[in-house]
């Protein structure tokens, strides 16, 4: 209502749906069937975990949204509850938590692939953008005996990710439109 603004107009170049519409046409290219799945993901992080694992398991077992190979997008910008001292974001945390999923019957995940990251390539107070969660990196997990229960329980996801090198590092972007999930099921 200020005067000082009577002749200003906003004009967003750029939005979380932008860089999802920019990843769904970069799937294509790829061969993958891209479905968009919001840009208003909000919430804890483990919990948006839990039901993007459950959608993906279900594109894969049942082709639920798309046939393989697809490519389920989302984005948004959930939060993390602090229980622990570790250290990470919610994007670090919202991997491991899908790792923790997979944990419960890694053959039946096998084939799906995870990533959440942050536009601005920065998650929580780290260098990492994000993380990677896939079977494969449960395994891993399993052969060097890290605990993906006790980084959760300790929001210690950036520690947990480097010590298998699965952290997402882009550096700074300048730009910040929240983060992105892709799951890739081939």
């Known amino acids: 209502g200020d005067p000082a603004f009577e002749k200003t107009h906003t004009i967003l170049i750029g939005t979380n749906y932008h860089s999802l519409q920019a990843a769904a046409e970069t799937a294509e290219k790829l061969g993958y069937h891209p ?39 989302a984005g948004g910008e959930t939060t993390v509850t602090l229980r622990g001292k570790g250290k990470g974001g919610r994007n670090q945390e919202m991997a491991l938590a899908f790792l923790a999923e997979i944990e419960k019957d890694p053959d039946g995940a096998a084939g799906i692939f995870f990533l959440s990251g942050a536009t601005d390539g920065g998650d929580g107070p780290t260098d990492a953008a994000g993380a990677f969660a896939a079977s494969e990196i449960y395994r891993q997990a399993q052969e060097k005996e890290i605990s993906i229960a006790d980084a959760l329980k300790n929001n210690d996801a950036y520690h947990f990710f480097e010590k298998l090198g699965y952290l997402l590092t882009t550096g700074p ?5 929240c983060d992105i999930q892709l799951m890739m099921i081939p």
């Open 35 to 73: 479905v968009i799945l919001s840009s208003r993901i909000t919430g804890e992080a483990r919990e948006v975990a839990r039901v993007l694992f459950g959608i993906a398991r279900d594109t894969a077992d049942r082709n639920l949204l798309a046939s393989r190979p697809c490519c389920l997008i």
């Open 173 to 177: 972007t300048y730009t910040n439109v």
